[in-house]
């Protein structure tokens, strides 16, 4: 651009003492050529150009009078406002344009006014006012316009449909989930080989790995230790666990995180786990001692779970994209039953209704069948509300996974008049939704056994949570496993394969004098003694 206004001064004026603008407007851009990002300099530089442009404006329309009539001679200087304009518009800088806008009329006022052509000064001829109008109508449009421009010219980009993107992020993620050692997203395994290898780095007596859950609160994915602690799992009390949740900046205290500080002098280790700028979790590390945990510890601490933030907000997503789906389709089939196969019994129950009130006198017979018949439709429907009820229980994150056990097992007592006993030892910490979710089915699974084939009258349900550690019993006084149904057996199967999926342990053995006990064990028991609540409920409730 500078060379073009050199070419277009010399050509109008005749004078190449003219370009001594060009020299000056060379000098004004370097700012702005040099140090382009600066945030001084380089409008500074801007505006250094437009305040040249508008003076050379007036001086070379007043140097071409002769060659150029009425002061037309400005064309050709004021091309060179695109330059400082069309930066600040592409730098998205529209109140710098205005500026300069503002800059380049006020210099064009002042060239004009300095500069004569007889006893007329030059902004009084209609070619320069013409000339410079045109320019910063140009310029305005450049300035005002160009983020428009810009915007129109761009190919726009394909909106993407929500289920083929979902399909294709889904089957990313199965490719990577069958790519990675192990080929695990499981965040209880993954927190428990974190553990082990922050044991190596920096030797404690507790440690855990928390993430976040519902209602601000955490979740314990793994703990180590002699002993069971009761961690802090809110996010609002004043502790260690709440500054590095805040902060994503590792802690260190001299007393302990859990809610029963214990006696002694205690070094404790808060460490976020930073995925990104989200915080996932945490890690906290205990001794007895002080001064455990120097800078040189945190930081060899902070080496190693770096990289596991990553593998456990990956785990912990495919966990919640699991849940998500499971819910789902448990919520479609039960609706697919309930307005499909349901309503079909129904309805040939009141055929059967109707077959038995038109049968006429003396076809006793055909009236027991249509009894027997009729009773067995009523089994079969009763079976299929129960499935649904079984389909759509849900762990409610307010009332826990004793509250829906004991939901389940009473509306099911109630069906096959069993009496219920409950024994119920729930702490206050949550175990993930997901393990939740699964405890639930298996405990469903095993209380709908006793119920179908075991022909008990009591029924005894034990429920145990101390995160990570948990445990579910199902007793029954029944007839064990003697006449066991094939049905029954692909029950214990489906047990077996949930309590796989969560890392726990299923136990069946007999119970004495008779029955059967199913249990689940979900991590090792805590050491400590527990106050449990048991009720006696009565039959059917």
């Known amino acids: 651009m500078l060379a073009l206004v050199a070419v277009l001064t010399l050509t109008a004026t005749e004078d190449p003492a003219q370009l001594i603008w ?9 700012p702005a050529f040099v140090a382009r990002e600066h945030p001084i300099l380089a409008p500074l530089g801007r505006f250094a150009e437009v305040v040249v442009t508008g003076l050379a404006a007036g001086s070379i329309a007043t140097a071409a009078i002769g060659q ?9 200087v004021l091309p060179y406002l695109a330059v400082p304009l069309l930066t600040a518009a592409l730098h998205r800088r529209h109140t710098e344009g205005a500026a300069l806008l503002g800059a380049a009329a006020l210099a064009m006022v002042a060239g004009g006014l300095v500069n004569k052509t007889g006893d007329d000064f030059t902004l009084t001829q209609p070619g320069y006012l013409a000339a410079c109008g045109q320019w910063l109508v140009l310029g305005a449009i450049i300035t005002f316009a160009a983020e428009t421009m810009r915007q129109l010219l761009q190919p726009p980009e394909p909106t993407p449909q929500p289920y083929a993107e979902a399909t294709r992020l889904l089957t990313q993620l199965r490719s990577v989930a069958r790519s ?9 395994g993954i927190s428990e080989h974190l553990l082990e290898e922050l044991r190596m780095v920096a030797p404690g007596h507790r440690a855990a790995v928390l993430s976040a859950s519902g209602g601000g609160r955490l979740v314990v994915l793994a703990q180590t230790g002699a002993e069971r602690v009761d961690w802090e799992t809110t996010l609002d009390a004043d502790s260690a666990i709440a500054d590095a949740w805040a902060t994503q900046q590792p802690q260190v205290a001299s007393r302990s995180q859990a809610r029963t500080h214990q006696d002694g002098e205690v070094s404790s280790l808060v460490v976020p786990l930073v995925a990104g700028v989200r915080t996932i979790g945490l890690v906290i590390l205990e001794t007895d001692g002080t001064g455990a945990y120097p800078s ?14 990553l593998r456990l907000e990956a785990a912990l997503l495919f966990d919640d994209v699991r849940s998500l789906a499971t819910n789902e389709e448990r919520q479609r089939l039960a609706r697919e039953i309930h307005d499909g196969v349901a309503q079909e019994l129904v309805m040939v129950g009141y055929g059967i209704d109707n077959a038995q009130a038109t049968l006429p006198e003396g076809a006793e017979e055909t009236a027991e069948e249509l009894r027997v018949l009729r009773a067995e439709v009523t089994r079969v429907i009763t079976e299929l509300r129960l499935s649904l009820f079984e ?23 109630t069906s096959a ?9 729930e702490s206050t910490a949550r175990l993930p939704a997901a393990t939740e979710a699964e405890l ?12 179908k084939h075991a022909g008990a009258s009591n029924l005894w349900v034990t429920c145990t949570v101390d995160p990570p550690y948990a445990e579910i019993e199902v007793s029954d006084d029944g007839k064990g496993f003697a006449d066991e149904r094939p049905d029954g057996r692909y029950g214990l199967t489906i047990m077996a394969e949930r309590a796989e999926r969560i890392r ?5 053995t007999p119970r004495h004098p008779s029955g059967t006990t199913v249990a689940v064990v979900l991590g090792t028991p805590p050491r400590r003694d527990s106050v449990r609540d048991s009720v006696s409920a009565p039959e059917g409730e």
């Open 391 to 413: 389909l759509r229980s849900e762990v409610d994150r307010n009332g826990g996974l004793a509250a829906a056990i004991a939901e389940y097992a009473r509306t099911l007592g």
């Open 22 to 30: 060009i020299v000056l407007l060379a000098i004004a851009a370097v």
């Open 180 to 188: 990675l050692p192990g080929a695990t997203l499981d965040p209880g």
């Open 417 to 425: 008049g069993l009496r219920v006993h409950f024994t119920f030892d």
């Open 68 to 76: 150029v009539d009425a002061g037309f001679g400005a064309e050709a």
């Open 296 to 309: 040189v510890v945190v930081q060899g601490v902070t080496e190693v779970t770096g990289p596991a933030a």
């Open 504 to 508: 726990g342990r299923l136990k069946i």
């Open 440 to 451: 639930l089915r298996i405990a469903q699974e095993a209380i709908t056994n006793a119920r």
